[in-house]
């Protein structure tokens, strides 16, 4: 079992940043694979951004990539998300999930937070 919990959500303009963090609790919890994912009203569920148990490989979706950092520190348990040159698209609830390095099924999920960007 992993449990998570994210924040750092917020009210931001265009052009800024915020930062999300994504705490994991568990036996597991440094050997998971975690990912970012968000979900904007109306629309499914979009992959944003995920990193390996031990940071060294991450992987981006095209619409975040050289605007989003996702990175983790394993003595804190957390998973940051940094995000920069926010845009009024990028506006949804971000949730954060935790799956097994060999699994291709996010298991575990956080209640999420949401980031809106007024344009």
């Known amino acids: 079992q992993v449990q998570l919990v994210e924040s750092g959500g917020g009210l931001v303009q265009a052009g800024g940043s915020l930062r999300l963090s994504c705490v994991a609790s568990?036996?597991?919890?440094?050997?998971?694979?975690i990912g970012w994912f968000r979900q904007a009203p109306g629309k499914e569920r979009d992959f944003v951004a995920a990193i390996s148990p031990s940071g060294e490989g991450t992987d981006y979706s095209d619409s975040v990539k050289g605007r989003f950092t996702i990175s983790r520190d394993n003595a804190k348990n957390t998973v940051y998300l940094q995000m920069n040159s926010l845009k009024h698209e990028d506006t949804a609830a971000y949730y954060c999930?935790?799956?097994?390095?060999?699994?291709?099924?996010?298991?575990?999920w956080g209640q999420g937070t949401q980031v809106t960007v007024s344009s």
């Open positions: 999930a935790a799956r097994g390095s060999l699994s291709t099924q996010y298991t575990f």
């Open positions: 568990g036996r597991t919890s440094g050997r998971v694979v």
